[in-house]
Nanobody
Framework: QVHLVESGGGLVQAGGSLTVSCTAS????????LAWFRQAPGKDREFVAA????????YYGVSVKGRFTISRDNAKNTVDLQMNNLDPEDTAVYYC??????????????????????????WGQGARVTVIS
């Protein structure tokens, strides 16, 4: 069992930066693919970013590419999402997730197996990020 807890959400002005973090307990994350998703009010859950066990394989959603960076520290059992040049459209609850079946994430851009989020086995409770203009 993996228990994920997000932190670092909050209120930020448009154009600003914020980092949300996810800490795991119950099992080491070093062998698993990790990801961030988000869900805005009234919208479906959206893929944000994913990272492989070694930190080199990374995928990003179209709307955040070039602005957000995912990283991980296996020694600390954490995964971070650094968000730059934030826009009110980035307002959402951000969730970290763990795919305990794979060391590398499935490529989001080429995945055709259905809902990409279904690949992930464990989820945190979410961190709310609000971007004001």
């Amino acid at each position: 069992q993996v228990h994920l807890v997000e932190s670092g959400g909050g209120l930020v002005q448009a154009g600003g930066s914020l980092t949300v973090s996810c800490t795991a307990s119950g099992r080491t994350l070093s062998s698993y693919a990790l990801a961030w998703f988000r869900q805005a009010p009234g919208k479906d859950r959206e893929f944000v970013a994913a990272i492989g066990w070694h930190g080199y394989t990374k995928y990003y959603g179209v709307s955040v590419k070039g602005r957000f960076t995912i990283s991980r520290d296996n020694a600390k059992n954490t995964v971070d999402l650094q968000m730059n040049n934030l826009d009110p459209e980035d307002t959402a609850v951000y969730y970290c997730a763990c795919d305990a079946k794979r060391v590398l994430p499935i490529n989001y851009e080429t995945y055709t197996g259905g809902d990409y989020s279904d690949l992930y086995d464990y989820w945190g409770q979410g961190a709310r990020v609000t971007v004001i203009s």
